[in-house]
């Protein structure tokens, strides 16, 4: 862990100067990257290294807004340059904690009590630390509990954190504006509600409560009484994060099984609670002793509204038959295809959207899949980062569902997250199969 953060910017003033500093530090590498380049020394993979290494670095201290964004950056490779997402990957459990007495002082505020007077043992060492807050480790009467304490001032800065952060990221990173406003839209709407720990309890009970007979997923209990706003108490589950338990070289054999209780956990939400956990990063995952998944943050949910669920069952349906009526009409429901649209725009998402949804739907439109190909993974980003430079596909009437950006996003933290694992395992109870038709 790396040496405690003493403060963090609160003030708006205090936040601008952070992320100005780390501006002028990014001009100072171009101006060095172009000075090198005049003596052939220069690789746009040494810029990029250097300016994620100082991006990191600001968002790391001001914690929140800036540090959220990168931490669902480092989930999407096919917008970033390696060197950024391999930087903002730290996000995820890896940031550098604040120090104990701002930490203790939170505490109070929301509990009524310093951490000394009701936990016999508690760490003033962060066990874990990452965009929204940290975690220490307490005991009362011999039982241990985990206890995340937000960062100061998180909730408060959050929208205009995400006004500072989105132009620079815009130029830093070369994106169109249009590629950046659905991250930047999620950030500030899910951020807000990250920052409410009370409602991130109700949403951990409402998943528990109807998860808890799912095999091999286990959840930690809360504790309300040593909880608020902007703390947290919940047991303790011993075990390894994930991403630290796939570098131990666990068997095929383990590998499958934590990739089965994963997708397993996500379908059932999906399927049958049609309310899901939206946020699938490693850090959010323990693997236990015994072999179990243990899911440990809910701040980030996402209901999935009746009708939107209906038409994309139907998409699923009908994916082996692109060329139906329903399945036209499912992209309809969906916001996918506009009949009402210019002849030369529905041709051209007629011509494109069925092969990437071949690509992006295949693990679900059959009954098994094995996530290790990596070879899959790059059809996918070369198929995207192809679609995203056709001048033709920009300014297009029909742009989806706004339900896609979280359901697109959790499937593909989760392709990923089953990518990392090398997992095989059984897809099997994504579809609801169409009945056959009867015969005349």
């Not at 109070?108 to 929204?132: C, H, L, M, W």
């Not at 909730?155 to 950046?180: H, T």
């Not at 030369?344 to 996530?371: A, H, N």
């Amino acid at each position: 862990m790396k040496k405690n953060q003493d403060k963090i910017a609160v003030s708006k003033l205090g936040r601008a100067s952070k992320l100005a500093n780390a501006g002028a530090k990014v001009g100072s590498n171009y101006i060095k990257h172009y000075a090198k380049r005049l003596v052939n020394k220069g690789s746009k993979e040494e810029l990029d290294q250097d300016n994620a290494k100082d991006v990191y670095k600001a968002f790391s201290e001001l914690k929140g807004g800036p540090l959220k964004m990168a931490q669902m950056l480092s989930l999407g490779d096919q917008l970033l340059p390696k060197a950024y997402t391999d930087q903002f990957a730290q996000a995820q459990n890896k940031v550098t904690p604040l120090s104990y007495p701002l930490i203790r002082k939170t505490f109070k505020k929301e509990v009524g009590q310093y951490p000394e007077d009701i936990f016999k043992r508690f760490t003033k060492q962060a066990v874990n630390a990452a965009s929204i807050g940290q975690v220490h480790k307490g005991s009362i009467n011999g039982k241990d509990y985990a206890i995340k304490l937000q960062y100061p001032g998180v909730a408060d800065s959050l929208k205009s954190d995400i006004n500072m952060v989105a132009p620079m990221a815009i130029k830093m990173f070369g994106l169109k504006k249009s590629e950046v406003a659905p991250y930047m839209e999620e950030v500030e709407s899910k951020l807000l509600e990250e920052t409410n720990y009370e409602q991130e309890m109700s949403n951990s009970h409402r998943i528990i409560s109807q998860c808890g007979s799912l095999k091999n997923v286990v959840f930690p209990e809360f504790m309300p009484k040593l909880s608020g706003k902007r703390v947290i108490t919940m047991s303790w589950i011993d075990g390894q994060g994930l991403a630290d338990w796939i570098k131990t070289d666990p068997s095929q054999k383990q590998l499958n099984k934590m990739g089965q209780a994963l997708w397993d956990f996500y379908q059932y939400q999906i399927h049958e609670l049609r309310f899901m956990h939206a946020d699938p990063h490693p850090g959010n995952f323990i693997v236990t002793p015994k072999g179990d998944l243990g899911v440990i943050d809910f701040g980030c949910i996402k209901e999935i509204p009746s009708d939107f669920y209906k038409s994309y069952i139907k998409l699923l349906q009908y994916g082996n038959e692109m060329g139906s009526k329903e399945f036209r009409s499912a992209l309809i429901e969906l916001g996918l295809y506009n009949p009402s649209a210019p002849s030369k725009e529905r041709q051209l998402i007629l011509s494109t959207f069925p092969e990437m949804f071949e690509l992006v739907g295949r693990p679900l439109l059959q009954d098994s899949f094995d996530f290790s190909s990596d070879d899959y993974f790059k059809e996918i980003y070369q198929k995207g980062e192809a679609l995203s430079r056709n001048s033709d596909m920009r300014g297009l009437s029909a742009q989806g569902s706004k339900h896609f950006i979280y359901f697109n996003r959790t499937y593909f933290g989760l392709y990923q997250l089953l990518n990392q694992l090398k997992a095989n395992i059984n897809t099997s109870n994504v579809v609801m199969k169409r009945p056959l038709k009867k015969s005349a």
